[in-house]
């Protein structure tokens, strides 16, 4: 503390002591508030929680033949199966889908194609059938692909990732997989 | 169910589809049948296998080389050890002739068959392989299901086979051995490891899993030393360059075993496609459990007892010290309210693999339970509000509070406290902005409180949190006790220059006029709050009472100090910054603030007594600057 400060401490303590000393004892102050306020407000209803989108529900699965090569396809047959979907392979993965949608537009299913087997580079587009041992590569594309059938679903699109960029390789209406599957087990 | 009996189940099935296609199917229309039936589709692996070059009276051939092809496929691994695994469907169509096209020969040989199967196929003449693909996968898509790829029979003498989407072989004596190898392509997707007719390859690294350009056989270095694993060189069409497993493979010679590196591979694949969990009880996925039941889980599973499969439990996540049987009792009792997920998985320890990144070896099969406990409550705060978002010291600001209850059972009492933090999360040392109580809110109601605070005399220019945390002390017994509070942000500002004096202590309110008590061996901290006074020049001094506020002293023509001085007065001004009145000379801190502290001693002696403090400030220019309000402190309760 400085010297200034102590000085003017003890003055003050001194005119504290004497004032005090002369003055008169008051009465009892009141007492503080208290230590809670507001209360509770009324009951009302809660307002009723939005209720979520039922998930969409595959009935079953269709087989597809889907045909055609690295710049185009298509669905040109199908078979409704009331069987589930078995789903994709453990651990497959592809640049090369198989989208269905609804009609607003909602991923119902994705599903990747294995397009292994084929050729599918753009050098290979068009040539001939290729055999290396006991393997062929065909440019030309025919294939099974199984999805979940969903009744509400609109369109099948497929893709393919390119050096980034989503490539649309064929969509086909959901109208026209259902007509395709009518003669279908 | 052994192999044996399968095989004979499957005897049976061939002979009645035999009997039945005979006398029912039209010529040209497909006939499908299921000849091995191990389970629902969408959990096995569907092997469908079309008829190429087979007249209608040759469909018991054709059966019969399905039979033959079954046999040798399930006695050689891994397919043995995976029998169980498989459906097998066939899809018979009467060809007009029998055979295939041989365009090879001279002069060339042209049959009329369903799928235009041809030797000579991309000019390699043993490669017979179909050319109508559309027509069999049409025909393929008649199966009950499938994995992609199919099997295709040729009804020709001429040694031959080739394998895309399809993998196809002749019917001849090397059949089954030629179809295995080259599902091995189609299924297993594994590559040829012969090395002919090519010299040395230059290329780069093959994707495939059995063959590679690294001479010590890197890609396959877990299985060296192991079923004869090494690197040799010659694979892939290739004399040099290329290094298989093993000396010799079925994928480099008819009549071989599948070396390991093949036979893992294959494994895999099979595994992620099966579903090897096969019933799971309860069936459905989601499950509602009151307390304070217990319901068993329980599942059944396919894998191998020859392969050791490894049973686990992880209940949100965590494994399950312990659980390692098909069935697990849950306690309702031992989980909070709310929803779970309880996860079993199947690992398949075969010997067959050695890695497995994608976990293919492993099913898994979870459970959403919800607990609900009819008599808990469940408090949340969906909403919390201040009518001010700027605010400065001793601001009065209203917070609104929407309190809900989402549980079965009724809450109350119970109170919600505010509490103000510059930090999150809140302490209960953090200050207190006071609290509401909640009589009783019912199941499924809401309420919605309204709280006017005054917010402390000390409150700095900065970002401060406010909490409002519902039944801090779990009174209620609730589903979810980690879901009570919700928090806003407010922005203090540089306020009013004031004089006050408020307590420094948790849970008071309001800090400048709350009734404090204190006992024997406790203490509270009186703080002077003067943020415009000039710290270097001013010093703050408290004086106590037991004679109340009012009238108070009269310091100068205009401070009056709210004490009516008495004998504590008088104790307290000669005892200044003593173990009982630590601090009550001294500082003002940067802020404005001078922290002070009162412990009354555990002997002190003292009844229970109603005594006032209050704060005045000393300037060097002049004496009494300013006073404080008084606040109260009940000693010996």
Known sequence: MQLSHAVAVGAAVAALVWTFSVGSAGSTGSVGGAGSAGGPGSPVAPAAPPTPPEPPRANGHYVLVVEGDRDRLTITSANAKTDPWAGVPVGFASDWTLCVRDGGGAVLAEVPLDLTPFATSRAEKGQPVQVQGCIVRDSRIAMLVSVPRFDTAASYTFSHRDAGADRTLGTVTGDAVRELAGGGR | ?637
């Open chain 2, 1 to 637: 169910m052994s192999r044996r009996s399968r095989i004979a189940a499957w005897c049976g099935a061939v002979a009645a589809a035999v009997l039945g296609s005979a006398a029912a199917a039209p010529a040209q229309a497909p006939t499908v049948t299921t000849v091995l039936n191990n389970g629902p589709t969408q959990a096995r692996y569907d092997i469908v296998i079309l008829a190429e070059g087979y007249q209608a009276f040759e469909q018991p051939l054709f059966n019969q080389n399905v039979q033959t092809f079954l046999t040798a496929l399930f006695q050689k691994q891994p397919y043995q050890t995976f029998a169980s695994y498989y459906n097998v469907h066939t899809v018979f169509r009467a060809s007009v002739d029998s055979g295939a096209d041989h365009p090879e020969l001279s002069p060339p040989v042209y049959k009329d068959t369903v799928y235009n199967a041809s030797y000579n196929t991309g000019g390699v003449v043993r490669c017979v392989y179909i050319q109508n693909t559309s027509l069999a996968l049409a025909d393929a898509a008649l199966a009950p299901a499938n994995e992609g790829r199919v099997l295709v029979f040729v009804n020709d003498p001429t040694y031959g086979g080739c394998a895309a989407t399809f993998a196809c072989s002749y019917n001849g004596s090397s059949m089954t051995e030629v179809q295995i190898h080259e599902i091995g392509h189609s299924l297993g997707q594994v590559a040829d490891e012969y090395d002919y007719p090519n010299n040395t390859y230059t290329g780069s690294e093959p994707s495939a899993v059995n063959i590679t350009t690294s001479p010590t056989g890197q890609k396959w270095s877990i299985w060296h030393g192991s079923n004869g694993i090494s690197a040799f060189q010659g694979a892939g069409y290739y004399l040099y360059g290329l290094y298989r497993p093993r000396n010799n493979c079925l994928m480099r010679t008819l009549g071989q075993t599948l070396c390991s590196v093949c036979a893992e591979n294959i494994t895999k694949l099979l595994n992620g496609i099966v579903q090897t969990i096969d019933q799971s009880t309860p069936a459905a996925s989601s499950v509602a459990l009151m307390v304070p039941n217990l319901q068993a889980f329980s599942i059944s599973h396919i894998v191998p007892a020859a392969n050791n499969p490894a049973i686990g439990w992880k209940l949100d996540g965590a494994i399950v010290p312990g659980a390692t049987s098909p069935t697990f009792v849950l306690d309702s009792t031992t989980l909070s309210q709310g929803a779970h997920s309880l996860q079993v998985s199947v690992k398949d320890q075969t010997a067959f693999v050695r890695s497995d990144p994608a976990n293919t070896m492993t099913d898994t099969h979870t459970w959403q339970v919800t607990i609900s406990d009819p008599t808990a409550a469940q408090l949340r705060v969906p909403s919390f509000t201040s009518n001010l978002l700027w605010v400065t010291r001793g601001s009065p600001v209203t917070f609104t509070t929407e309190v809900a209850n989402d549980g079965p059972a009724a809450a109350g009492p119970f109170t919600v406290e505010y509490f103000l933090t510059p930090t999150t999360p809140w302490t209960a040392q953090d200050i207190y902005l006071g609290s509401d109580t909640v009589a009783n809110l019912a199941a499924m109601q809401t309420t919605t409180l309204q709280h006017p605070v005054q917010l402390p005399w000390r409150l700095l220019p900065q970002v401060y949190y406010v909490y409002a945390v519902v039944d801090r002390n779990d009174a209620v017994h609730e589903s979810n006790e980690t879901d009570n509070q919700r928090l806003l942000a407010l922005i203090g500002q540089a306020g009013p220059c004031v004089t006050k004096l408020e307590y420094d202590d948790p849970l008071l309110y309001p800090l400048d006029s709350a009734t404090v008590s204190v006992g024997a061996g406790g203490s509270v901290h009186p703080t002077v709050v003067a943020p415009c006074a000039d710290p270097t020049a001013t010093l703050y001094l408290i004086a106590w009472t037991a004679s109340g506020t009012s009238p108070g002293v009269p310091l100068s023509p205009t401070v009056t100090l709210p004490l009516n001085p008495d004998s504590l007065t008088q104790i307290g001004l000669g005892n200044l910054n003593s173990p009982i009145l630590g601090q009550f000379l001294g500082i003002l801190d940067a802020q404005g603030l001078g922290h002070a502290t009162f412990a009354l001693p555990p002997t002190s002696g003292l009844g229970p007594m109603q005594t006032h403090f209050a704060a005045v400030l000393l300037g060097a220019t002049e004496l009494f600057s300013a006073a404080t309000n008084p606040v109260e402190l009940v000693l010996g309760m």
